[in-house]
């Protein structure tokens, strides 16, 4: 990817951090740049990412996407794949990852600090507010990458919070072999898959405690992974 991308790669790169500090450039606008170039960093590592069930996503804005978290390439699956805006709360660590920082910037997303629980709660408080206004995110439950390929590890009911707070549709996300294009030592073309599934809308979950949204919600990924490889056995 970064071969491929050596003579354009600066020039991307100028042009995210342009949004991340302009403030001419709208949230809107600044997504479909990095949406545009998530596509071409993609394609230049011979990325191929198979995208099911976009019609699962909800027609109006103001949801939250919960998948299981493989790997450093999660992020760029959903931009490559999403068709809406969207933000994400990624570990404070990431932050200081650069273009990872500046993409975070551009996109008006969320650092939270797992160790500091006021400032894990003032983020959670701040993404409730900005997805009752409309805004989507992206929140991994599992607050780190699995390290176990296509197994899940517990769903932290905390992450929930945010959704049950501003009452919006909760959409699972089984994400599939998302850990290779980074994880492994390997220049192999790969293929991601990545399955948007029916939202879960505040209604259904009203009643539950978080620590059963969360269980729930990493019942029906693992459901979804484990029937698409079931699938592919058999054909």
């Given at each position: 990817?970064i071969i491929?991308?050596?003579?354009?790669?600066?020039?991307?790169?100028?042009?995210?951090?342009w949004?991340?500090?302009s403030?001419?450039v709208?949230?809107?606008?600044?997504?479909?740049?990095i949406?545009?170039?998530?596509q071409k960093a993609?394609?230049?590592?011979?990325?191929?990412?198979?995208?099911?069930?976009?019609?699962n996503?909800?027609e109006?804005?103001?949801?939250i996407?919960?998948p299981?978290?493989?790997?450093?390439f999660?992020?760029?699956?959903?931009?490559?794949?999403?068709?809406?805006?969207?933000?994400?709360?990624?570990?404070?660590?990431?932050?200081?990852?650069?273009?990872?920082k500046?993409i975070?910037?551009?996109?008006?997303?969320?650092a939270?600090?797992?160790?500091?629980l006021?400032?894990?709660m003032k983020?959670?408080?701040?993404?409730?507010?900005?997805?009752?206004?409309?805004k989507n995110?992206?929140?991994?439950?599992?607050?780190t990458?699995?390290?176990?390929?296509?197994?899940?590890?517990?769903f932290k009911g905390g992450?929930?919070?945010s959704a049950?707070?501003?009452?919006?549709?909760?959409?699972p996300c089984?994400l599939?072999d998302s850990?290779?294009?980074?994880?492994?030592n390997?220049?192999?073309?790969v293929?991601v898959?990545l399955?948007?599934m029916p939202?879960i809308?505040?209604?259904?979950?009203?009643n539950?405690k978080t620590v059963?949204?969360?269980?729930?919600?990493?019942?029906?990924i693992?459901e979804?992974?484990?029937?698409?490889?079931?699938?592919l056995k058999?054909?």
């Amino acid at each position: 990817m970064i071969i491929r991308l050596f003579w354009r790669g600066p020039y991307y790169f100028l042009k995210i951090w342009w949004c991340s500090i302009s403030s001419k450039v709208s949230y809107e606008e600044s997504f479909a740049i990095i949406k545009k170039v998530t596509q071409k960093a993609n394609r230049a590592g011979r990325v191929t990412i198979e995208a099911y069930g976009l019609e699962n996503i909800p027609e109006e804005d103001g949801f939250i996407f919960f998948p299981n978290h493989q790997g450093l390439f999660d992020v760029l699956v959903f931009l490559d794949s999403c068709p809406r805006p969207f933000s994400f709360v990624a570990k404070k660590e990431a932050s200081n990852i650069i273009l990872l920082k500046q993409i975070i910037r551009a996109l008006g997303a969320y650092a939270m600090d797992r160790e500091d629980l006021k400032q894990s709660m003032k983020v959670i408080c701040a993404v409730t507010e900005e997805v009752k206004k409309g805004k989507n995110f992206l929140i991994f439950p599992e607050g780190t990458r699995s390290r176990t390929g296509n197994q899940l590890i517990e769903f932290k009911g905390g992450s929930f919070k945010s959704a049950t707070k501003a009452k919006c549709p909760i959409v699972p996300c089984a994400l599939i072999d998302s850990y290779k294009p980074f994880d492994e030592n390997s220049i192999r073309p790969v293929s991601v898959k990545l399955f948007y599934m029916p939202p879960i809308y505040y209604e259904e979950y009203k009643n539950m405690k978080t620590v059963e949204i969360a269980a729930e919600v990493k019942k029906r990924i693992e459901e979804t992974i484990k029937e698409y490889f079931v699938n592919l056995k058999e054909n």
